[in-house]
């Protein structure tokens, strides 16, 4: 009985405790979480891909924000790509979401009957008017209330929005300390891109830069509006093959 305890406490930690190993788009994942399907204020979209994996602390972070989304009464929110099991690149889409740290949020509203199959083939729907250079309709309070939410838990070291995104935050709530997680950056229009810090006792996982101080709604932001060469889109990149740190290597295909 005794030794029997032994050997399952010894094994809980083991099984219990994820990994994020390496730089955010250089690096893979142990230990995975799978998000669940649906719950408490959220949907996953686009289930077929099985990018629903992530450390226990994103995992955590997106029930407990979905939960924070019922008690404002905001229409679920709906969980794009945070990563695959093991992490690493994906063979199209993004650069970073490779060590369970990142995920994408939508932006627009659920549809009306969220069956799996409307929710496994969900298009986009993208808050800028590029040519006018303006938010659309379709971007309304409970956005700004979502990413609100999301960017005030402390566990977040970045929020990318487009750059008019971060705009109507600023000018909504002002000079707010959280507003610099809100980082500006182009390709966040219809969703933005929620990023966690590495948390305590993930050993090789590689913090970014700490975000600059203030809320970053003057002088950065004005720079980001005025030079807008990053809007032009680029198509049919190659696929991101970083340099993976040793633990991933022969991990992640
Ligand atoms: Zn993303």
């Given at each position: 009985?005794?030794?029997?305890?032994?050997?399952?406490?010894?094994?809980?930690?083991?099984?219990?405790?994820?990994?994020?190993?390496?730089?955010?788009?250089?690096?893979?994942?142990?230990?995975?979480?799978?998000?669940?399907?649906?719950?408490?204020?959220?949907?996953?979209?686009?289930?077929?891909q099985a990018r629903y994996y992530g450390q226990p602390e994103m995992i955590n972070y997106?029930?407990?924000?979905?939960?924070?989304?019922?008690?404002?009464?905001?229409?679920?929110?709906?969980?794009?790509?945070?990563?695959?099991?093991?992490?690493?690149?994906?063979?199209?889409?993004?650069?970073?979401?490779?060590?369970?740290?990142?995920?994408?949020?939508?932006?627009?509203?659920?549809?009306?009957?969220?069956?799996?199959?409307?929710?496994a083939t969900i298009s986009a729907v993208d808050m800028v008017d590029h040519r006018g250079y303006y938010l659309t309709a379709a971007f309304t309070d409970n956005q700004r209330q979502l990413i609100a939410l999301a960017a005030q838990d402390e566990r977040v070291s970045r929020v990318f929005v487009h750059p008019l995104i971060k705009q109507a935050m600023c000018r909504t709530y002002g000079n707010a300390d959280w507003l610099g997680r809100i980082r500006p950056w182009f390709g966040h229009s219809s969703h933005f891109h929620v990023r966690l810090h590495c948390p305590e006792g993930h050993r090789d996982c590689v913090p970014q830069a700490p975000v600059p101080k203030g809320s970053g709604c003057g002088s950065e932001l004005a720079g980001w509006l005025r030079d807008r060469a990053g809007e032009i889109t680029v198509t049919a990149t190659a696929p991101w093959r970083p340099r993976l740190p040793r633990a991933c290597i022969g991990r992640v295909e």
């Open positions: 009985m005794r030794r029997g305890l032994f050997i399952v406490m010894l094994w809980l930690p083991m099984a219990a405790w994820g990994q994020a190993v390496g730089e955010y788009a250089a690096g893979c994942q142990y230990n995975a979480s799978a998000l669940p399907d649906r719950g408490p204020g959220y949907y996953v979209i686009r289930h077929q997106l029930q407990e924000l979905g939960k924070k989304v019922v008690s404002a009464g905001l229409p679920p929110m709906l969980v794009a790509d945070i990563a695959k099991r093991q992490g690493g690149p994906f063979a199209y889409g993004h650069r970073s979401h490779q060590t369970g740290l990142d995920a994408d949020i939508w932006l627009r509203s659920p549809p009306p009957v969220p069956d799996s199959e409307r929710l």
